[in-house]
């Protein structure tokens, strides 16, 4: 069972953390309504198009990947469907995982298993 300075810090933490999800949610209302005005529907990736009640999955994709910089001419945004706003992202995750260790950092080979590393001196006994 939690103890009480636990329980009475989780309550100091709700209100910030509701405010914070608020202030998002309000954020990204009008950066998407603004995005919508200036951008056609279409997926900028695929190409499809999002009119009527298939609008809701057009999602705004900032290209800076920087959610505070929302220009009023919408250069930093683009309208990509949901699928196409995942992929994105996950291609940005695995860039940024490859460039990690590229900063000066050795690091190790992910793969340590040599399969022909013995190879030469088995081709002898075969010849």
């Known amino acids: 069972m939690p103890s009480n300075s636990t329980r009475s810090d989780k309550g100091k933490q709700n209100?910030?953390?509701?405010?914070?999800?608020?202030?998002?949610?309000?954020?990204q209302k009008s950066y998407r309504e603004k995005a919508l005005k200036i951008h056609p529907?279409?997926?900028?990736?695929?190409?499809?198009?999002?009119?009527?009640?298939?609008?809701?999955?057009?999602?705004?994709?900032?290209?800076?990947?920087?959610?505070?910089?929302?220009?009023?001419?919408?250069?930093?945004?683009?309208?990509?469907?949901?699928?196409?706003?995942?992929?994105?992202?996950?291609?940005?995750?695995v860039e940024e995982w490859y460039n990690e260790g590229s900063t000066g950092s050795e690091r190790l080979p992910t793969g340590t298993y040599k399969p022909f590393a013995n190879l030469r001196d088995l081709m002898k006994d075969k010849t």
């Open 41 to 93: 529907w279409i997926c900028a990736r695929c190409g499809r198009d999002f009119r009527g009640k298939k609008l809701r999955e057009l999602t705004v994709h900032h290209k800076d990947h920087n959610h505070d910089n929302n220009p009023s001419d919408g250069s930093n945004w683009e309208l990509l469907c949901i699928y196409c706003h995942d992929n994105e992202h996950s291609r940005y995750l």
């Open 15 to 27: 209100p910030l953390v509701e405010e914070a999800r608020r202030m998002s949610q309000e954020r």
